[in-house]
């Protein structure tokens, strides 16, 4: 049996007119040579949709493996997050504008 596997990318928002994230995930499409069942999952940057998306895929999908790419704008290397802060406390809104 392979592996399921999820990678995320995500819209574009606020200043970055792209999103790189978006890039990869068209490249992993267009390899088709990952060992596994891929789906590939673009995101919205709307913090109030995103919990029920991915919840909605892993109940679907029920992943062996999950990976959320995200854009650390400035910064010129690949980082690993290894600490998460989620904290909805952004100095940027996300595209369904400012928190009320």
Do not use: C, H, Y
């Amino acid at each position: 049996m392979s592996a399921s596997i999820v990678v995320t990318g995500f819209e574009p928002w606020g200043p970055n007119a792209e999103n790189p994230t978006l890039e990869i995930l068209d490249l992993l499409k267009a390899a088709d040579d990952v060992e596994g069942d891929l789906t590939l999952l673009r995101l919205p940057v709307d913090s109030s949709k995103i919990a029920g998306i991915t919840a909605k895929i892993l109940d679907e999908v029920q992943p062996d493996l999950w990976i959320s790419l995200g854009l650390a704008a400035g910064l010129a290397v690949v980082a690993v997050e290894r600490i998460a802060a989620n904290v909805m406390d952004f100095a940027v809104p996300d595209n369904a504008g400012p928190l009320i």
